[in-house]
């Protein structure tokens, strides 16, 4: 019962998944027309997550990725790259197109976590899972309100079935927050969108 439920949170979180809801989320906070917002998000998914996810389902069917979670640290390197040049295209793009601020520190720290999670992954393998949960959450404070803290706690949920899974260690999910952590409060600071 225990491995079923780390499971099916490792499913439910996962970080794709993440960060689409993250990117919905951030982009509804913004004050400009639907049609925008929906070209934002179709250009963030076009540019940013398309191409991972196509190296990610491409190595797969190749035997190259053993599992969809990439829980071997030396078959990650294909896909983290492509989720750099992901990140680094719409980096670009929002700041090329003057985006919003929002929309900046998002990418800003998509792209700071895309290439400081790549350069940890040659010498030691951190949660991405924890990672992206963090940088939801903390968004979702940071632009919110903090009554939203509450979230946190999911925090918790996905490090303890990260490792109830077998696929980290505690300190491989410490790794994956405290990471997040930093680079998100400090673009979306940087950008003056943390209010504490």
């Known amino acids: 019962m225990i491995k079923q439920t780390a499971k099916l949170l490792s499913a439910f979180f996962e970080p794709y998944t993440v960060a689409t809801v993250t990117l919905i989320f951030v982009v509804q906070s913004l004050r400009a027309p ?69 929309l900046q520190a998002l990418s800003l720290t998509f792209f700071s976590l895309s290439l400081g999670m790549s350069v940890v992954n040659f010498y030691w393998k951190v949660s991405v899972h924890t990672a992206m949960i963090t ?13 939203w803290a509450f979230l946190f706690l999911l925090i918790l949920f996905v490090a303890w079935a990260r490792v109830q899974v077998g696929a980290h260690t505690w300190s491989q999910t410490s790794g994956g927050v405290f990471l997040s952590l930093i680079i998100t409060y400090f673009w979306f600071n940087y950008f003056g969108l943390a209010t504490f």
Do not use: H
Request: charged share 20%.
């Open 135 to 147: 940088l939801a959450v903390l968004s979702m404070v940071l632009i919110y309100s903090s009554s």
């Open 34 to 102: 639907l049609s925008e917002k929906f070209v934002w998000l179709l250009t963030v998914f076009f540019f940013g997550a398309l191409p991972p996810i196509l190296v990610l389902v491409y190595e797969k069917r190749k035997g190259k990725i053993s599992d969809w979670f990439i829980s071997n640290r030396a078959e990650r390197r294909d896909v983290q790259l492509a989720w750099v040049f992901g990140a680094t295209s719409v980096t670009a793009l929002a700041l090329i197109f003057d985006l919003p601020r929002t």
